[in-house]
């Protein structure tokens, strides 16, 4: 069964910094890509970002390239999403997928299965 576990979101100001992690289980972790995206209430779902297990190569929606980093630890099967100089407008559930690939445009992100997500809040 594949599952996928976020956490580290949080309430933070605007400028500060959050970790995200995701834990992946019940599949071939470096066969696949992991990817963030984010749902704001009343917006459509927005891919944030994009790690190949098999070779480190990352993508990053433009809203977000610059402040946030996506890591990968294939011995512990996790995902982090870094982000930092965070904005009251990136406040939103943060999801974790496994997609097959990482496409040229994040936005395109194919979602196989996803995690419940976690919230995070961007006070200004």
């Known amino acids: 069964e594949v599952r996928l576990v976020e956490s580290g979101g949080g309430l933070v100001q605007a400028g500060g910094s959050l970790r995200l992690s995701c834990a992946a289980s019940?599949?071939?972790?470096?066969?696949?890509?992991i990817g963030w995206f984010r749902q704001a209430p009343g917006k459509e779902r927005e891919g944030v970002s994009c790690?190949?297990?098999?070779?480190?190569?990352?993508d990053y929606a433009d809203s977000v390239k610059g402040r946030f980093t996506i890591s990968s630890d294939n011995a512990k099967n996790t995902v982090y999403l870094q982000m930092n100089s965070l904005k009251p407008e990136d406040t939103a559930v943060y999801y974790c997928?496994?997609?097959?690939?990482?496409?040229?445009?994040?936005?395109?992100?194919?979602?196989?299965?996803w995690g419940q997500g976690t919230q995070v809040t961007v006070s200004s």
């Open positions: 997928a496994v997609s097959p690939f990482c496409p040229t445009l994040v936005a395109e992100l194919i979602l196989d299965y």
């Open positions: 019940g599949f071939t972790f470096d066969d696949y890509a």
């Open positions: 790690i190949s297990s098999s070779d480190g190569g990352t």
